[in-house]
Nanobody, 120 residues
Framework: VQLQASGGGLVQPGGSLRLSCAAS????????MGWYRQAPGNQRELVAD???????NYADSVKGRFTISRDNAKSTVYLQMNSLKPEDTAIYYC???????????????WGQGTLVTVSS
């Protein structure tokens, strides 16, 4: 099982970016998918997550600016980031709680991280 994240980059304050993360491999089912971020010197923190039914949860710092969504048919989660601020600069990691084919328990998986830099 692999989570492949993409879409990071350099953007000016006030700009937008869209992150994508696709899960692949022998997957039976996927539960919650989400995005976390880690800035230098800080702990990894939850940005947003979304259930398989579409219920969402956001960190207070991104509410109203970021939107998380998922395409269950593609096993992909997205993060639309608008009105970006310098303090959003971090490595963004996707996360999925899923069940591998042939197993009975859910396990936690992480993508490789994608760097988002907000700077003028």
């Amino acid at each position: 099982v692999q989570l492949q994240a993409s879409g990071g980059g350099l953007v000016q304050p006030g700009g937008s970016l869209r992150l994508s993360c696709a899960a692949s491999g022998s997957i039976f089912s996927i539960g919650i998918m989400g995005w976390y971020r880690q800035a230098p010197g800080n702990q990894r923190e939850l940005v947003a997550d979304v259930t398989s039914g579409g219920s969402t949860n956001y960190a207070d710092s991104v509410k109203g600016r970021f939107t998380i969504s998922r395409d269950n048919a593609k096993s992909t989660v997205y993060l639309q980031m608008n009105s970006l601020k310098p303090e959003d600069t971090a490595i963004y990691y996707c996360n999925a709680f899923l069940k591998r084919a042939g197993t009975t328990k859910m396990s936690n998986y992480w993508g490789q991280g994608t760097l988002v830099t907000v700077s003028s």
